[in-house]
């Protein structure tokens, strides 16, 4: 498992619903930094428009 995640020293634990996820910090790292710029761009695309009636 450490050689297929990447693993060596560090790691991040991310837990949601009924998952946990162990991954390489410096993946992780990589990952989030690679997220789209615009993301209320991307969720809106997939998500669909919400208009919010202030």
Do not use: C, Q, T
């Amino acid at each position: 498992m450490h050689e297929y995640a990447g693993i060596d020293k560090e790691v991040v634990l991310i837990a949601y619903g009924k998952r946990i996820e162990i991954w390489s910090k410096e993946i992780y790292e990589d990952m989030l930094n690679k997220e789209p710029e615009d993301f209320s761009s991307l969720a809106e695309e997939v998500m669909g428009r919400i208009d919010n009636a202030d």
